[in-house]
Structures are given as structure tokens and as C-alpha cells.
């Protein structure tokens, strides 16, 4: 499979959209300090803006597939006083380290059936026949840890400056875990999961509030493996919406397709009680896909049914397993509730446009939520590129618009105002302009994100486009 004859050939980054313009890789890390700010920074605001995303040091072999492909890269916004300052740090891991070495890609990308063997020149026997990890799609805090994280990989740990510091296995009692894991605001626990290729295919676990494995692994009845991208809690339950994208390995060291999107196949809602001597509650409904969720809740009905409320963006399909000739896929802004004691699930739509990136104030995590946000691509632009926020309000159900133009972005993240009631603060963001390829951050009222900037900060550095991130709140612990 790996034989030096058969490495394939890079892919040609101009050829490829997320390769090039907004999305093109940087190189450098880089320190900016005394940023200029047009606008206003809120004086009381203090804590640090986290974003990850793909940025590949070199042309992958064979293939690449945004956004699950390519090296992490973690940009950080430290805000105090008024003031702003800037840096960004590669994810370093060892199959990344022996690139640099070789000083070209070795790896291919994950469509693409290759692994380079130990006869590859600068490949280490160690980790040779192996997948690359990819932590490049979320960067989290917890228990003063500060993580990267890929799909299913041991997330990569980093010190408060962002060096690497090394893969993050919980003492070897959490082999990998998701890109979305919740921490809980209330126990201070990391709630997360993961789907693997091979049996047990679909796992959950809890870190507690001191950094130690609570609860070790605890897989879940599925029969084949499933890509399950994110999940929500609430202070009794993870749900889990297990949709029927699933991976077949044999195809995938054949050449073939690794993924199948099979809706006849339905979605199935595992409702699993975070106390792990509880059984889960499977309910069965119509396949559609969820990218990202906002936020969860539990309430009670009149009849004394238990019902979870789940805010989330929706799409008929994904983008993935798909062929030509399936039906074009359509999106929405929405709010499924499960009736747990009935077993059934209701869907409706907010709002029925397509989005992506909801999120919500984290301190309500679990907890009813009235405000979330997602992002929209306006007409034109690629995959990725959103240019606009839009804000649900759940208590009367209306929405609200920001478009940012020819600056596109990618996630928001709420900035809790300190001190401040839930739902009181920013939303913040990074952008690019696809024009002249300048990135700035910005900041928006979260009682008014329609109102626009209240604050700019434009960067002496482009910040690729990229995925997920967070606030952390208060002093930041390294550096000047």
C-alpha cells in the first residue's frame, strides 16, 4: 500500500478553492502588539479569542477535503484595557515535525488511500503505516488545559502561549475524542465522544472539573460506523443525533468512496443519561444532517413527558457520501424536540435559509437559552465563506441580520460581558476581505449583532478562514 513508487502526487493549491485566496495556508508565527482599533473595545473587557483551522504547511498528497483536511493553526486576540494584541502558533505534531523535515508533504489527505510506509524517505518507523492526526478544527479550554482538537484523534495540548506541548490522552484512559466537547458551567465536567472505524464505534466519556477522567468510555449500541460530528448536553443527558453518514474502510484502502450518505437507513437520537449506570433512550426519526448545534435544554410536559429542546442548524444531506444525481441539498435554522417518555422527535425551522456555526452563550450550556447565533454565505461565495451573522430569538421567535460584505469569516463566538447576566456581552469574530486579502477582528453587540462592529481591530497579518474557536475570560496567563 505504501510502496515508494506509489506516493501520489501533491495537489496543485491554485487548482483547489480552499487552498487559495481567504483560505490560502500561512507559514510564520507571528506576534503583533498596540494594534490600532477604530471603534471602541469595551475598556472592562479582558480574556483572549481562540480560533483553529485548517492550514496545510504543504500541498497534501493526493487529495484534500475541506474542512476536514490539513494542519492546525491556532490565532489568538488577547483584549485588555482597550488594547489588542495578535499571535498564531502551528499545532505541531510528529507527522508534521517530519514534514518540515523533509520540508514536503508525506501524508496524503484523507480521501486519498495512501500511508507512507517506513521505506518512504523521512518518514520514522514509528509513524510509518499510520494516519496523520489533524487537530485543526477546535481549540478549547479545560482545567488549564488548553487543547486542539481533530475528529477523533488524542487532542494536541498547548501552553497558554500556544506552543505544543505534546498529544493530550488523559493518562492514556481517552484514546481520542470529538471537536466539539461541552463543558458543563454549572460541575465544571467535559462531556465528549467518539465515533472510530472499527468497533466500538461510538463512544462518550467525562473529564471532570480537576482535569481527571470522571467517567472512561462507554460505547453505545451502533452496528457500523457513523460520522457524528457534534452533540449537545443538558444537566442530565448528551444527545447524540447518529445520522446515516457512514464510513465503509474496506472502500476507503481500495480507492473507493469512504463515505456513504444512505437516508433510507433514518436518524436515530441516542438520549444517554450522563450517569453511566443509566441506559440510553434511542428515538428514531427522518434522516437529516446537523453540522453544529447551539444549545440544549430539558423541560417537562403537561402529561409529565420529559422533552429535550435542541437549537441547531439542519441540512437535508450533507455535503459528503453524496453522488451526482442526488436531490440538491437544502438548510435551515432550526429547533428539533425529542419527547424522550414518547420517543419521537419534532423538527421546525426557524428560519429556512441554510447557515452554519450556531452557537450559543456558553455559560448556558444545558440550560434554557433565549439568543443563539449561525453564520450565512451570501450568494457567490464558496463553501466556507460566510459573510453574514444571523441571531434567533426564541422568545418571539423573529431573527436578525448582519452582513459583512466582501469580508467573509467563519464561526462567531459569544464574549461574556464580565460580571455580566447570561446572554450580556459581544460576539466575536475574525474576517478577510476577498478583495484584497486584509483580515481584521471584530466585535458585535450581542444585543444588537444587526447594529455591526462596535469595534475593528485590523491585523498586520492575514488570518486564513478558518473553523471553530473560544472566549477565554480574564488575564492572559502567558506571555507580556
Not at 464505534?201 to 460505547?219: E, F, K, S
Not at 403537561?302 to 451526482?324: C, F, K, N
Not at 422527535?345 to 450550556?365: K, M, P, Q, Y
Not at 423573529?398 to 467573509?408: Q, Y
Amino acid at each position: 500500500m505504501s510502496a515508494t513508487n506509489s506516493v501520489p502526487a501533491p495537489v496543485d493549491p491554485a487548482a483547489v478553492p480552499a487552498l487559495s485566496g481567504v483560505f490560502a495556508p500561512v507559514v510564520d508565527e507571528r506576534d503583533a502588539v498596540d494594534l490600532p482599533v477604530e471603534g471602541e473595545l469595551p475598556a472592562e473587557l479582558t480574556g483572549t479569542y481562540l480560533r483553529n483551522g485548517p492550514n496545510p504547511l504543504y500541498p497534501p498528497l493526493g487529495s484534500y477535503t475541506y474542512p476536514l483536511d490539513g494542519d492546525g493553526m491556532v490565532h489568538a486576540l488577547h483584549l485588555d484595557g482597550g488594547r489588542a494584541r495578535y499571535g498564531n502558533r502551528i499545532v505541531w505534531t510528529p507527522q508534521l515535525r517530519a514534514e518540515r523535515a523533509a520540508g514536503h508533504a508525506l501524508w496524503a489527505g484523507l480521501m486519498t488511500p495512501y500511508l507512507p510506509g517506513p521505506d518512504v524517505p523521512g518518514v520514522p518507523a514509528e509513524l510509518a503505516d499510520d494516519f496523520k492526526p489533524l487537530p485543526d478544527i477546535n481549540v478549547v479550554r479545560h482545567s488549564g488545559r488548553y487543547l486542539a482538537l481533530a475528529e477523533g484523534d488524542p487532542p494536541v495540548e498547548l501552553t497558554p502561549d500556544l506552543d505544543t506541548v505534546g498529544p493530550c490522552s488523559f493518562g492514556g484512559a481517552i484514546p481520542g475524542m470529538c471537536a466539539h466537547p461541552k463543558v458543563d458551567p454549572v460541575t465544571g465536567e467535559m462531556v465528549l465522544f467518539r465515533y472510530d472505524l472499527t468497533e466500538p464505534y461510538l463512544t462518550w466519556a467525562v473529564v471532570g472539573a480537576d482535569g481527571q477522567v470522571a467517567v472512561p468510555p462507554q460505547a453505545l449500541a451502533v452496528e457500523v460506523a457513523h460520522m457524528v460530528h457534534d452533540f449537545v448536553i443538558t444537566e442530565r443527558h448528551l444527545v447524540l443525533f447518529v445520522a446515516p453518514l457512514t464510513f465503509d474502510l474496506d472502500a476507503m484502502l481500495s480507492g473507493g468512496d469512504p463515505l456513504a450518505w444512505q437516508p433510507d437507513r433514518g436518524l436515530r437520537v441516542a438520549v444517554v443519561p450522563r450517569d453511566p449506570s443509566l441506559a440510553p433512550t434511542w428515538v428514531d426519526a427522518e434522516a437529516f444532517w446537523v453540522w453544529h448545534f447551539a444549545n440544549a435544554f430539558e423541560r417537562t410536559t403537561p402529561e409529565g413527558h420529559t422533552e429535550i429542546v435542541v437549537d441547531h442548524t439542519s441540512w437535508s444531506a450533507p455535503g459528503l457520501g453524496r453522488h451526482a444525481g442526488d436531490p440538491p441539498i437544502t438548510g435551515a435554522i432550526s429547533r428539533s424536540v425529542i419527547d424522550v417518555d414518547a420517543g419521537t422527535l419534532r423538527r421546525d425551522d426557524w428560519d429556512d435559509r441554510g447557515a452554519e456555526f450556531s452557537r450559543v452563550d456558553d455559560r448556558l450550556l444545558g440550560r434554557p437559552h433565549r439568543r443563539f447565533v449561525a453564520t450565512r454565505r451570501g450568494d457567490g461565495l464558496e463553501p466556507g465563506e460566510q459573510n453574514t451573522v444571523v441571531q434567533v430569538d426564541t422568545a418571539t421567535g423573529s431573527t436578525s441580520e448582519w452582513s459583512s460584505g466582501d469580508h467573509v469569516f467563519g464561526e462567531v463566538v459569544f464574549v461574556s460581558h464580565p460580571g455580566g447576566a447570561a446572554e450580556d456581552g459581544w460576539y466575536a469574530t475574525f474576517r478577510t476581505d476577498r478583495r484584497s486579502l486584509a483580515s481584521d477582528f471584530v466585535l458585535l453587540r450581542a444585543d444588537d449583532p444587526a447594529g455591526g462592529p462596535v469595534a475593528r481591530v485590523p491585523l498586520p497579518y492575514r488570518v486564513p478562514n478558518g473553523l471553530h474557536g473560544t472566549w477565554v475570560p480574564g488575564p492572559f496567563p502567558g506571555g507580556q
